[in-house]
């Protein structure tokens, strides 16, 4: 899978629907997400973001590829996501794995929210 088409498959996993999110998440994915009960595997990682209203707009920042092995793609970045008003931003990382020719499925998958400190003003 070549750069431009890994950025376009994690992208449609934030805005898809829920059967598309199904049809690309492995039955052994494992998550960490920001939410109870936190560590998520299987089924119940797919159900938890495939139950969860998708994203209308998604801009994806810093990514890295990695290719450790041939069939193994893992991914890191910045994503900031929005729906109706509300707006979400996150540190990612996401592990696919071929099965086939042209068939991938998230084998992992990772979001730390993104911390926005208010900026130190200097005191000297």
Do not use: N
């Not at 997400?33 to 920042?61: C, H, K, M, N």
């Amino acid at each position: 899978m070549d750069d431009d088409r890994v950025w376009s498959f994690e992208k449609s996993l934030w805005t898809g629907g829920a059967d598309h999110y199904r049809e690309l998440v492995d039955d052994e994915c494992l998550m960490a997400l920001p939410q109870p009960p936190y560590v998520f595997g299987g089924a119940q990682a797919i159900e938890a973001v495939a139950d969860t209203p998708r994203w209308s707009d998604v801009e994806i920042e810093d990514g890295r590829i990695a290719r450790p092995q041939e069939g193994l793609i893992v991914i890191a970045y910045t994503v900031k996501a929005t729906r109706d008003q509300e707006t979400y931003e996150a540190h990612c990382t996401s592990t696919y794995r071929r099965l086939a020719h042209e068939e991938w499925r998230v084998v992992q998958h990772q979001q730390t929210p993104r911390i926005l400190a208010p900026a130190v003003e200097d005191a000297g």
